[in-house]
């Protein structure tokens, strides 16, 4: 599967982006990871390839929102209230799980195996 994220950039603290992951396949579940200068990948949200589960870091939780539309074989990440410690490099990355229907999805980043470039997002004080 080709992963190609998006919707990076810019935005002053309080403000909101929306990330797109767009996949050539919707049978598989997707996750975000970021990793910060310096700091190590980590887990950001999840959803399955049925959109029915999803799952979220304590740290975006009520801030943050996953989706996708299988439609388009997009994934989107609606980001709102965003604060500087926010500020990463965002990237997608798919688990292939097999079916649309599947409600599986992994918040680790060694059980997806395809991942796409990552989009900078700043987050300015």
């Known amino acids: 599967v080709q992963l190609q994220a998006s919707g990076g950039g810019l935005v002053q603290a309080g403000g909101s982006l929306r990330l797109s992951c767009a996949t050539s396949?919707?049978?598989?579940?997707i996750a975000w990871f970021r990793q910060a200068p310096g700091m190590e990948r980590e887990f950001v949200a999840a959803i399955s390839a049925s959109a029915v589960h999803t799952s979220y870091a304590e740290s975006v939780k009520g801030r943050f929102t996953i989706s996708r539309d299988n439609a388009k074989n997009t994934v989107y990440l609606q980001m709102n209230s965003l604060k500087p410690s926010d500020t990463a490099v965002y990237s997608c990355?798919?688990?292939?799980?097999?079916?649309?229907?599947?409600?599986?999805?992994?918040?680790?980043?060694?059980?997806?195996?395809?991942w796409g470039q990552g989009t900078l997002v700043t987050v300015s004080s």
């Open positions: 990355a798919a688990r292939f799980v097999g079916s649309f229907r599947s409600s599986s999805y992994d918040v680790t980043p060694d059980q997806y195996d395809h």
């Open positions: 396949s919707g049978k598989y579940a």
